[in-house]
Structure formats: structure tokens, C-alpha cells
């Protein structure tokens, strides 16, 4: 398995999830089980697919 | 299929037996690995049973439901997967995972256009947002461009190489009319 913090778009990935998660903490209340919610596990699925690199690939 | 019968059917002439249990052998030859002796297989079985390592059992129990689960779920998604990606083709694999974070992707990019609407993100840090997704669409693009390459000629030299087998064993059979 290759170093997937060297992937260029890992890199940027995780930077738009820690922006996303810090600009979302100001979110209403009420949003906390929609768009808040949403919009991280939206955010945090990019890079963490791209970590789920088979062995071999 | 034990060597010794194998080279029995080809030395008397029953080559297709040969080609058909060609299949299982170039499996064999190319995951040798047992993937439930492997350590991050073990590693990864360790911690979908409850052996977590300290940094998950340091989580708020406000966030069990997200960070802590999702942890969790990804150590028992990774150590199936370990085990069943002795027979898949690994690359094809990643490709599937690299779409799926393009939808991800796009998913994000919607859900930030709809902050703005909705008055949860000022403009700037809606644009900030817009942008960095942008950014990365490109980058993840071509990643799974470069993926894509590699797995259409790894496809083809595996496809000639099959080719030039078949072509070798049947030269040799008995039914074969040299010219």
C-alpha cells in the first residue's frame, strides 16, 4: 500500500474537510442531524476513499 | 490441482485440462499470500472486535455517533475487504472507491451551494468552500485518469499473455496441423 499522504488529492481533500468542519460548527442548531451532518460525511467520504487503496493497486 | 497430475495430463495429451483449471493457477501465482495470517489483516479484526486503540477510546462520547462509529465501521469494511481482495483485481478496486469520492465530491460541492442559499455561509466562505472543492475535482480527476491508464494496460498485457499461453499449449497438442 503506497503513502496516500503523498497523493496530491488526499491533500486537498483533507484540507476541504477541516474547512468544511470549522465553517459547519457555526451551523443552527436544527441542522445538526441535516446539512451539518450531510455536508461532514459528505466532506470526510473524499479523502477517506481515497485511502481505501487495495493492496497491489 | 496438484503439479504431479497436472504435468500427467499434459505429458498424455489432455491439454485442456490444463487450460481449464489455467484460471486457478494464475490466481495462485499471483495472490500466494494468505491474507488471514497477514498483521494488518489480524490488526484489522483486533479493532472491529473491541481491542481499539487508545486514540479511539479517547473520543467525546458526544461524537460516538460519528468519529467512534465511523472508525469502527471502516476497520470492519477494511478487514472484509482484506480478505476478499486475494481474488479481485485491486486496481479496478481503487477506481470504484476513487468514483465514489468523486460523487462525494460533488455531494459537498451541492451542500455548500445550498449553506449559501439557506444563509448558514457568508459569501466568502462559501466561494473559499466552492473553490477548494474545485481544486480538488481537478486533482482527483487526474488521479483516477492515471488509475484508469494503468488498469487498461495491465488488462491488455494480461490479455496477450493468456493469449500467447493458449496459442504455445495448443501448437503442442496433438490436433494442431502445422502447415
Not at chain 1, 2 to 28: G, H, M, S
Not at chain 2, 4 to 19: C, E, H, P, V, Y
Not at chain 2, 140 to 153: D, F, M, N, R, S
Amino acid at each position: 500500500m503506497r503513502d496516500y499522504t503523498k497523493i496530491e488529492a488526499w491533500k486537498l481533500a483533507d484540507d476541504l474537510t477541516v474547512a468544511v468542519y470549522e465553517q459547519t460548527r457555526l451551523f443552527p442548531k436544527e441542522e445538526i442531524y441535516g446539512l451539518t451532518s450531510q455536508l461532514r460525511r459528505a466532506s470526510y467520504s473524499v479523502p477517506a476513499n481515497i485511502v481505501l487503496r487495495p493492496v497491489g493497486a | 490441482m496438484p503439479f504431479k497430475q497436472l504435468r500427467d495430463a499434459f505429458m498424455s495429451g489432455k491439454q485442456w485440462i490444463l487450460t481449464s483449471a489455467l484460471p486457478f493457477i494464475m490466481q495462485g501465482l499471483f495472490n500466494p499470500q494468505r491474507l488471514t495470517a497477514h498483521g494488518s489483516y489480524s490488526r484489522c479484526r483486533n479493532l472491529t472486535q473491541g481491542n481499539k486503540p487508545d486514540i479511539l477510546n479517547g473520543a467525546s462520547k458526544g461524537r460516538e455517533g460519528s468519529a467512534k462509529n465511523g472508525s469502527k465501521q471502516c476497520s470492519r469494511v477494511w478487514a472484509t475487504r482484506r480478505r476478499e481482495g486475494s481474488s479481485r483485481e485491486s486496481k479496478k478496486d481503487y477506481l470504484h472507491f476513487l468514483y465514489i469520492a468523486r460523487g462525494s465530491l460533488s455531494e459537498t460541492q451541492y451542500f455548500v451551494h445550498l449553506s449559501r442559499r439557506l444563509g448558514y455561509l457568508s459569501d466568502v466562505d462559501a466561494d473559499k468552500l466552492i473553490g477548494q472543492t474545485r481544486q480538488t475535482f481537478a486533482c482527483l480527476h487526474g488521479l483516477i485518469q492515471a488509475v484508469e491508464k494503468e488498469t487498461g494496460k495491465f488488462g491488455k498485457t494480461i490479455a496477450a499473455l493468456t493469449s500467447l499461453l493458449v496459442l504455445g499449449l495448443w501448437s503442442r497438442s496433438p490436433w494442431f496441423c502445422s502447415p
